[in-house]
Antibody, heavy 120, light 110 residues
Framework: QVQLVESGGGVVQPGTSLRLSCAASGFKFSSYGMHWVRQAPGQGLEWVAVTSYDGRSKYYSDSVKGRFTISRDNSKNTLFLQMSSLRAEDTAVYYC?????????????WGQGTLVTVSS | QSVLTQPPSASGTPGQRVTISCSGSSSNIGSNTVNWYQQLPGTAPKLLIYSNDERPSGVPDRFSGSKSGTSASLAISGLQSDDEADYYCASWDDSLNGWVFGGGTKLTVL
C-alpha cells in the first residue's frame, strides 16, 4: 500500500532554514509527480509546490517562491522541501502528497504531515 | 482570501442530502477539472472526488460531484454522522501555474 512518511519538522526561529523529507513506498515513486501542501493551525489547505516525476518541472505558490525549493531523489524514493528565510506565517503542518499521474491531476495519497513552527 | 469560494459551513440531519458549492474563474475551474477532499477531525485529507465527478475506489456512491462552467458542487446523500468533516475543492489554475483550494466547508450533521 502507498505510504508517505514526512520528517524534519520542528521549531525554528524566523529567518532560518529547514529541510523536510518524505519517504515514499508502495508505488513506483519515479513515475509520479509529487507535491507539498500545508495547513496552518486551524486554517485551510494551501498548496506549496510540485515536482514532476523526473524533477525537471517545478512550480511554486507565490507565497514561497524564491524561498522554498522542492526536489526529489528517485534512487531513494524520497521527496524534499528545502525551506529558507522562514517566517511566522510558514507555521503549518506540511503534507507530502502524491499526484494521480503528472502534476495537474489530483492528490490521491497524503502523508500524515510534519509540523513546522516558526517562532522566536 | 481563497481563490476558490466555498461556503464556510453546511449542515443537515441524518439521511438528508446536502450540497457544497465551489466557485472559481475561467483560469481554474473554467478550464480544468475539480477535485474534492474530505478531512476528518485530526486526520490528513483524503481524496473524495476527482476529475469533477469520479469516485476513487472505496468512496461510497453517496458522494457525487458535478461541474458547470466556473462552478462545481459536491453532493452528499443519505447523510451520516461519520460525514462530519471539512470539505475542500481544488483545481489547477492556468494563470497562477499552481493549484488553488477553496477555503473549506465544515459540515455538521445535526
Amino acid at each position: 500500500q502507498v505510504q508517505l512518511v514526512e520528517s524534519g519538522g520542528g521549531v525554528v526561529q524566523p529567518g532560518t532554514s529547514l529541510r523536510l523529507s518524505c519517504a515514499a513506498s508502495g508505488f513506483k515513486f519515479s513515475s509520479y509527480g509529487m507535491h507539498w501542501v500545508r495547513q496552518a493551525p486551524g486554517q485551510g489547505l494551501e498548496w506549496v509546490a510540485v515536482t514532476s516525476y523526473d524533477g525537471r518541472s517545478k512550480y511554486y505558490s507565490d507565497s514561497v517562491k524564491g524561498r522554498f525549493t522542492i526536489s526529489r531523489d528517485n534512487s531513494k524514493n524520497t521527496l524534499f522541501l528545502q525551506m529558507s528565510s522562514l517566517r511566522a506565517e510558514d507555521t503549518a503542518v506540511y503534507y507530502c502528497v502524491k499526484d494521480g499521474l503528472g502534476i495537474k491531476y489530483y492528490f490521491d495519497y497524503w502523508g500524515q504531515g510534519t509540523l513546522v513552527t516558526v517562532s522566536s | 482570501q481563497s481563490v476558490l469560494t466555498q461556503p464556510p459551513s453546511a449542515s443537515g440531519t441524518p439521511g438528508q442530502r446536502v450540497t457544497i458549492s465551489c466557485s472559481g474563474s475561467s483560469s481554474n475551474i473554467g478550464s480544468n477539472t475539480v477535485n474534492w477532499y474530505q478531512q476528518l477531525p485530526g486526520t490528513a485529507p483524503k481524496l473524495l472526488i476527482y476529475s469533477n465527478d469520479e469516485r476513487p475506489s472505496g468512496v461510497p456512491d453517496r458522494f457525487s460531484g458535478s461541474k458547470s462552467g466556473t462552478s462545481a458542487s459536491l453532493a452528499i446523500s443519505g447523510l451520516q454522522s461519520d460525514d462530519e468533516a471539512d470539505y475542500y475543492c481544488a483545481s489547477w489554475d492556468d494563470s497562477l501555474n499552481g493549484w488553488v483550494f477553496g477555503g473549506g466547508t465544515k459540515l455538521t450533521v445535526l
